[in-house]
Each structure stands twice: as structure tokens, then as C-alpha cells.
């Protein structure tokens, strides 16, 4: 089975000039539906699929009457608000003719920067996923200043990676991977893997080739980096023709940036060795014995709580002796999670007033330390 095949969850990054003809400004529906005909038959393999796509502006200035070449800030947000209604539209109908539902979510830096607004970003997308619908996301544009973007979809749809574990994170481009120079260069040579980004690697990336959009192959390394260091594969990969996933399934050209572990090992190695700790939650065996075979930690299972800490924090969870067997990231502040120690769900949305969140540390977010490392 080819690597995208065997992907569980994929990011697939969408640019401008793939996507909208750039002598009409209007979407390229025979493309889009070709692609979204790729998305249904990954979903129907058992993959998680998230659309990273560009496309906004592209299609506001059109309508705006703006013109060519580079905009204003303030000229690329108004596109963006007009476009961005155009670019849902778009994703939302080709993707309901395969009976998948779309759900649009317009991200800042922010939201995958801060801790609050990443783990809300990541909650939302986690129950879209299991509700099998495809999120389509995009920066929000109409926001964002040039202080707080991220001015390319290539490193976002790395950030989306990094933050939703992606297994390959994938990048439909103008040309068909990486070349050790501008590829109309005599001499330039195709390069169709890697292991890992080295300033060589990083010297070989050029400028844009397209005139609509707004990344290059420097932000593609830019994303290799994000995804590798975070798990995930990355391929870059020509958008050109139609069914573009299929055809990289079926072997077209491509490079391949390829992780040292998977998305999980290395969440976890980064919680169980870069994280300090600043509460602890104190725990019987029998939570202790849950955890070691993989479960969550319930709140039911959590004897006392020490420290104060935030959502999103690093805590260690130790036994009544206070040695610590595991850490994870927990999903409640302390002073709530010292309320509902030792409750069970139903008890907790009693006090809480909520029912959003029935673990107190999510065993995607937990890893076993000492002799016990999972």
C-alpha cells in the first residue's frame, strides 16, 4: 500500500493558482471535483481527511475589481471577506454531491500558538473528524495584521499537522516536488525523498513560480520542518491535473519528507521530555492499571489534586507514594479539577454545569514515564 494509502489522518494544502483560474477568477469546478472525489475514496479507505485551502483573495479581488499585482493589507482583507463566502460555497456544495459534510473554520496565529485557543481549535476539529465531516479551514484573513499571520497556507496546514497528529500532511503545488534548483535550471536535478531538512536542503528552495499565490518552496520547507519535527510525513506533489491524490496513491512523481517517528510517538516524547510539570494528580491503582493499558485518566480515578495549574497544562500523575508513573496535558483548570475529583461524569456535569469534557487528561495527551513509558 502506497504511504498516502495507509495515512489514518491527512492534511491535504490547497493553493490559489491550483484552484482558481487566474484569467477568470472563478473556481475551477472540473478540478475541485476531481480532488473531491479523491477525498471521498481516502474516507472511505478509514481516513480522517482536513482541507487546508487557499483561494479567498484570490476570488474577492475578482469580484472587488482590485488590481493585479500585490495588494494593501487592508485591500487582501477586504478580498478575503468577499471571497471567503465564494470559497466556502464552493467546498461546502462539491464535497455534499459525495454526502460528506464540509465545515469551515477560519484560524489566526493565535489559535495554534495559544494554549486556549489551540486545545478549543483542536477539540473542534477532533469531534468534526469523528462526526465524519471534512473541516476546510483557512487563515482568517480579514483579521489578521501582517503582525499576527501567517501569510501562507503552507505552514498553517503544518501547524493543523502538528496540532491534529497528522500521519502526512500534503502539499498540491505548481510543480511536481523538489528540485536541487529552480527547476527550468540547466543541471536542476529531482530529488524524490528525504529524511531530514539540512541548510542544504534549505538552499536548494526558490521563489514563488505563480502569480496568485502567496507561498514558495521556502515556506514548503518551512512546513517540512513543522510536520517532521511533529511526526507527520510530508509530500509535496503537482495539483496540475485531475484526481491529484489518486495520482500521488498511483505513484506520480513526488518528494517525500519522511519523519523519523510517527505523529503519536513523537507528541508523546515531546510530553514525557520537554514538558515540566507544575501540578500533580494523585491517583489509586486502579486508575493506575487503566492507564498502563492505555485508557484515559477519569476523573473518578484521581484521589487528591496539588498545584495550581491551567487547561492545557503539563501534571504528574503519581500514586498515594508520590512517585510519578505518568504526565499528561490536563483538560481542566485546577480549582475545577480539585471540584471534581474522585466524581463520576454524570456528578460532574451536575457541579459543572457542563458536559463537554468527561476525562481529565485524554490518553492521546498521556504518556507513561519511568519503567512504564508508552
Known amino acids: 500500500?502506497?504511504?498516502?494509502?495507509?495515512?489514518?489522518?491527512?492534511?491535504?494544502?490547497?493553493?490559489?493558482?491550483?484552484?482558481?483560474?487566474?484569467?477568470?477568477?472563478?473556481?475551477?469546478?472540473?478540478?475541485?471535483?476531481?480532488?473531491?472525489?479523491?477525498?471521498?475514496?481516502?474516507?472511505?479507505?478509514?481516513?480522517?481527511?482536513?482541507?487546508?485551502?487557499?483561494?479567498?483573495?484570490?476570488?474577492?479581488?475578482?469580484?472587488?475589481?482590485?488590481?493585479?499585482?500585490?495588494?494593501?493589507?487592508?485591500?487582501?482583507?477586504?478580498?478575503?471577506?468577499?471571497?471567503?463566502?465564494?470559497?466556502?460555497?464552493?467546498?461546502?456544495?462539491?464535497?455534499?454531491?459525495?454526502?460528506?459534510?464540509?465545515?469551515?473554520?477560519?484560524?489566526?496565529?493565535?489559535?495554534?500558538?495559544?494554549?486556549?485557543?489551540?486545545?478549543?481549535?483542536?477539540?473542534?476539529?477532533?469531534?468534526?473528524?469523528?462526526?465524519?465531516?471534512?473541516?476546510?479551514?483557512?487563515?482568517?484573513?480579514?483579521?489578521?495584521?501582517?503582525?499576527?499571520?501567517?501569510?501562507?497556507?503552507?505552514?498553517?496546514?503544518?501547524?493543523?499537522?502538528?496540532?491534529?497528529?497528522?500521519?502526512?500532511?500534503?502539499?498540491?503545488?505548481?510543480?511536481?516536488?523538489?528540485?536541487?534548483?529552480?527547476?527550468?535550471?540547466?543541471?536542476?536535478?529531482?530529488?524524490?525523498?528525504?529524511?531530514e531538512i539540512t541548510p542544504e536542503v534549505e538552499a536548494m528552495a526558490g521563489k514563488p513560480i505563480s502569480g496568485i499565490g502567496s507561498g514558495g518552496m521556502i515556506t514548503k520547507i518551512e512546513a517540512g520542518k513543522i510536520a517532521l519535527s511533529a511526526g507527520c510525513n510530508m509530500v509535496i506533489a503537482s495539483g496540475h491535473e485531475l484526481h491529484p491524490l489518486k495520482r500521488i496513491t498511483d505513484g506520480a512523481r513526488c518528494t517525500w519528507f519522511l519523519a523519523q517517528s510517527n505523529a503519536m510517538q513523537s507528541r508523546k516524547r515531546w510530553i514525557a521530555g520537554t514538558l515540566q510539570p507544575v501540578g500533580k494528580l494523585i491517583v489509586d491503582d486502579g486508575a493506575k492499571g487503566a492507564l498502563a493499558k492505555g485508557k484515559s485518566l477519569l476523573p473518578a480515578g484521581v484521589k487528591s489534586v496539588e498545584g495550581n495549574f491551567s487547561r492545557g497544562d503539563t501534571v504528574s500523575v503519581v500514586l498515594p507514594d508520590g512517585i510519578e508513573f505518568a504526565r499528561g496535558l490536563v483538560a481542566y483548570d485546577s480549582s475545577d479539577a480539585k471540584r471534581i475529583a474522585g466524581l463520576k461524569s454524570a456528578d460532574i456535569q451536575k457541579l459543572l454545569g457542563n458536559d463537554d469534557r468527561d476525562v481529565i487528561i485524554h490518553r492521546d495527551d498521556l504518556v507513561m514515564v519511568g519503567g512504564e513509558r508508552n
Do not use: H
Request: glycine share 8%; hydrophobic share 45%; no cysteine.
Open 1 to 195: 500500500m502506497s504511504r498516502l494509502g495507509a495515512a489514518k489522518r491527512i492534511i491535504v494544502k490547497v493553493g490559489s493558482a491550483l484552484l482558481v483560474d487566474q484569467k477568470t477568477g472563478t473556481i475551477k469546478a472540473s478540478w475541485l471535483s476531481s480532488l473531491v472525489d479523491d477525498v471521498a475514496d481516502l474516507k472511505i479507505a478509514g481516513a480522517d481527511v482536513i482541507l487546508v485551502s487557499s483561494g479567498a483573495i484570490a476570488l474577492g479581488r475578482r469580484t472587488l475589481g482590485l488590481p493585479k499585482g500585490k495588494l494593501k493589507l487592508d485591500q487582501s482583507q477586504a478580498a478575503a471577506a468577499v471571497g471567503q463566502i465564494a470559497l466556502a460555497q464552493a467546498w461546502s456544495e462539491a464535497l455534499r454531491t459525495r454526502n460528506i459534510v464540509a465545515a469551515q473554520i477560519l484560524v489566526t496565529l493565535q489559535d495554534t500558538e495559544e494554549r486556549r485557543r489551540y486545545l478549543n481549535a483542536r477539540a473542534t476539529l477532533s469531534t468534526l473528524l469523528s462526526q465524519g465531516a471534512v473541516p476546510v479551514i483557512n487563515e482568517n484573513d480579514t483579521v489578521a495584521t501582517s503582525e499576527i499571520r501567517y501569510g501562507d497556507n503552507d505552514r498553517l496546514a503544518a501547524r493543523v499537522a502538528s496540532m491534529m497528529s497528522g500521519d502526512v500532511l500534503v502539499l498540491l503545488s505548481d510543480i511536481d516536488g523538489l528540485y536541487s534548483a529552480p527547476p527550468n535550471q540547466k543541471g536542476a536535478t529531482f530529488i524524490p525523498e528525504l529524511r
